[in-house]
């Protein structure tokens, strides 16, 4: 960086918290980049300011209904505007060096395989992506030639204390959480808690719903089969542990021993910058740790009656096959079940660990087991339905 050739780089999801401090970085080192595309959702006046100011050939809006109001307000600066899922799939199918993956949920799906069909490298904040298609995902990048780069902060700090490493001497993953907004309240008040309380993080910055993914532990739940997919490791080599603070990201533990940990401010820009650098490092405008100041690092077991949603993660590598497609499907129907304040904060829970009972005996329900044949991306999107059906049912019924 820094007189090298410059890059060209698309952002998916460039208004949201992630796109925003990836952009943040970019637009610090106007020489090194040129930026190919930009892609956003409703939010028409962010993503136009931010087309402009890095100067993107174009941009994107997931909504339909949008296409006239991006276009108005970018009418007279050359850039190109189109609207629709599948025109975010094909700005990510545009020739880059390096793609940004920032948007949430499922949606994040066929535009990251069309960038990593492409080549390049992907940063991939997007874990939806690994957990309902990591096989498939993994699998393309390599006969691509694809890189992809995790930037989950948890992920980041792994993929950076195993470099030099073999991954053969590798014993176990510890993943760090925050223990989010309800780590501290008796367990009694948790099922009143409501979605404004839900949203607000101790330590991170973030979009509202892994914010409150974080509070419920479902974030951490994505992130154990998220490591499973990227690391290739067992799910019983996969550890989470309490860390309020959130400065060590994660530890890896080899087989002598040895625990490498990583150590870093709760700011994004850090994995977002390691995967915009690597493989070299580059200065970044975040927090040095001043340890002493700070004094001490504490950590504790998660306890299972306060994040019931931990566990199934767990259960689902055990079932294998589409399961992780089916658990992040009725996880982002009970998230919404719950922002409409139609189920409380802890159903959310209870309808995904009903909704995998239901799938579990389902034959209608394409590949399960670990050791089964590796789904397609029909299989994964047909168990991406039906998940969404039958959690759909549970919510319904649990309000009556
Ligand atoms: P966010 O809600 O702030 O932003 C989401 C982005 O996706 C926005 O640009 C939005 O316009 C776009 N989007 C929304 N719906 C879309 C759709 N249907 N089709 C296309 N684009 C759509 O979310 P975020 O917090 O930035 O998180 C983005 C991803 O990164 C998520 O997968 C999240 O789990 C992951 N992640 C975020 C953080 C963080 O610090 N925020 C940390 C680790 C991982
Ligand atoms: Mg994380």
Redesign the pocket.
């Known amino acids: 960086p820094g007189g090298g050739p410059v890059r060209r780089v698309t952002i998916?999801?460039?208004?949201?918290?992630?796109?925003?401090?990836t952009i943040d970085l970019i637009a610090r080192r106007p020489e090194d980049f040129a930026v190919e595309a930009v892609?956003?959702?409703?939010?028409l006046d962010l993503?136009a300011h931010d087309a402009r100011r890095l100067g993107a050939r174009l941009a994107v809006?997931?909504?339909e209904e949008c296409y006239a109001g991006l276009r108005d307000r970018l009418a007279g600066t050359g850039i190109e505007v189109a609207a629709g899922?599948s025109a975010?799939a094909e700005a990510a199918a545009r020739p880059a060096d390096w793609t940004m993956?920032?948007?949430?949920?499922a949606?994040?799906l066929l535009?990251g395989l069309e960038a990593i069909r492409r080549g390049g490298t992907l940063a991939l904040?997007?874990?939806?992506?690994l957990v309902a298609a990591g096989r498939l995902v993994m699998a393309t990048a390599e006969t691509a030639g694809a890189t992809i780069l995790p930037?989950?902060?948890e992920h980041s700090a792994v993929f950076q204390a195993l470099r030099g490493e073999d991954g053969r001497e590798v014993e176990r993953l510890i993943l760090t959480a925050s223990g989010g907004a309800f780590r501290d309240w008796s367990l009694d008040r948790l099922a009143d808690a409501t979605v404004e309380e839900a949203s607000s993080h101790p330590n991170?910055?973030?979009?509202?719903?892994?914010?409150i993914?974080s509070a419920s532990m479902f974030?951490k739940a994505?992130e154990v089969i998220e490591a499973h997919e990227l690391f290739g490791l067992p799910a019983s080599a996969i550890e989470v542990l309490i860390h309020p603070e959130s400065l060590v990201h994660a530890l890896v533990g080899f087989r002598d021993g040895a625990l490498m940990a990583h150590l870093g401010a709760p700011d994004?820009r850090h994995?977002i910058g390691y995967a915009l650098n690597h493989p070299t490092r580059a200065p970044l405008p975040v927090e040095r740790l001043d340890l002493a100041a700070i004094g001490r690092l504490t950590f504790r077991a998660p306890e299972p009656d306060r994040y019931p949603a931990l566990a199934l993660a767990w259960r689902v590598l055990e079932e294998g096959g589409v399961m992780g497609a089916a658990f992040n499907a009725a996880k982002e129907v009970a998230l919404d079940a719950f922002l409409a304040r139609s189920i409380r904060f802890t159903d959310m829970a209870s309808v995904v660990s009903r909704t995998l009972d239901r799938l579990s005996g389902d034959t209608t329900l394409p590949i399960l087991g670990p050791d089964s044949a590796m789904p397609g991306l029909e299989d994964v999107l047909e168990a991406d339905r039906i998940a969404r059906r039958r959690a759909a049912e549970v919510v319904e019924r649990m309000r009556e």
């Open positions: 998916l999801g460039a208004t949201g918290s992630v796109g925003q401090s892609t956003g959702a409703g939010n993503l809006t997931a909504r899922p975010v993956n920032a948007i949430v949920g949606a994040g535009p904040a997007n874990k939806e992506t930037v989950d902060s991170w910055a973030m979009g509202q719903r892994i914010t993914d974030n994505l994004m994995a």
